[in-house]
C-alpha cells in the first residue's frame, strides 16, 4: 500500500505506511507534544485579537488606538506563529529522522511547484514558511496592516500580503520566493490572518492528530 493511498497525512508526506522503523519514545512525544501546544498558543493570541479570523480576518482595536502600535502587535503575534510552526516542523522531522530508515529533508515539508502529489498540509505550509523566512531574513514589506473601518468604539484593519513585494530568502530547496506561493491561487493569499486560521484550525490539527496515530503502530 503506498502513501497516497493513505489519508494518514504523515504516510502521504513518506510515500509508505510502514510507520516507524524503531520505537517512538516518551520523550519524542513529549517535545512534539509541547511544540505543538505553543503553535495552538500563538494561534490562539491571533484569534483573540480579530473580529472573525476565519471569515473576515479583521484586526479588532479601541477606535483610539495608535495605527503604529498596532502594526507592530500584529507583526509581533504573526511571526510568533509562523516561527512556531517552523519550530514544530523541525522538531517532527527530527523525529523522523531518528525513528525511520530513511533521511527526511527539508524538502519533504517544502514542495517544489510541481509536486502536486504532496499533502496539502506542506503545501499550503510552505507560504506559511516563506514568511517565516522573511521575518527572519528579510524585511516583510510585503505585508501592510490597514485601517478598514470603525465604529463608535472599535477601529478594524487588515492584514494584507503583496506578492510582488515578497522575497524571503530561499531555504530546503525553493528555487526563489514564487515556490513559496506556488501552491494556492494569488487571492487566497491577500488577507493572511484567515489563511492562517484555515491552515491552523483544520490542516495543522489534522497533522498533529495523524502524527499521533503514525506514532502508535
Not at 497516497?4 to 520523550?27: C, E, F, M, V
Not at 491561487?185 to 497533522?207: K, M, Q, S, V
Request: aromatic share 12%; charged share 30%.
Amino acid at each position: 500500500m503506498s502513501g497516497s493511498a493513505s489519508t494518514n497525512t504523515l504516510d502521504q508526506l513518506l510515500g509508505h505506511t510502514k510507520g516507524p522503523s524503531s520505537k517512538i519514545t516518551d520523550r519524542d512525544l513529549v517535545r512534539a507534544r509541547s511544540s505543538a501546544y505553543i503553535v495552538h498558543g500563538n494561534f490562539r493570541d491571533l484569534a483573540e485579537m480579530c473580529d472573525d479570523i476565519v471569515t473576515t480576518g479583521l484586526v479588532k482595536t479601541s477606535k483610539d488606538a495608535d495605527d503604529t502600535d498596532v502594526e507592530n502587535e500584529v507583526y509581533r503575534r504573526v511571526h510568533n506563529y509562523v516561527s512556531s510552526l517552523y519550530s514544530y516542523n523541525e522538531h517532527i522531522r527530527e523525529i523522523l529522522n531518528r525513528r525511520l530508515g530513511q533521511h527526511i529533508g527539508k524538502r519533504y515539508f517544502l514542495p517544489g511547484k510541481d509536486n502536486k502529489a504532496a499533502p496539502d498540509y506542506t503545501k499550503r505550509g510552505t507560504f506559511l514558511w516563506g514568511l517565516r523566512n522573511d521575518f527572519q531574513h528579510g524585511d516583510y514589506w510585503c505585508l501592510s496592516v490597514e485601517k478598514a473601518n470603525q465604529d463608535q468604539d472599535h477601529a478594524f484593519y487588515h492584514l494584507r500580503f503583496e506578492k510582488q513585494d515578497f522575497n524571503a530568502t530561499p531555504k530546503g530547496g525553493i528555487e526563489d520566493a514564487s515556490g513559496y506561493v506556488a501552491h494556492a491561487p494569488d487571492g487566497e493569499y491577500e488577507y493572511p490572518l484567515p489563511y492562517i486560521a484555515h491552515f491552523h484550525r483544520n490542516l495543522f490539527n489534522d497533522f498533529e492528530s495523524d502524527f499521533e496515530s503514525w506514532c502508535e503502530r
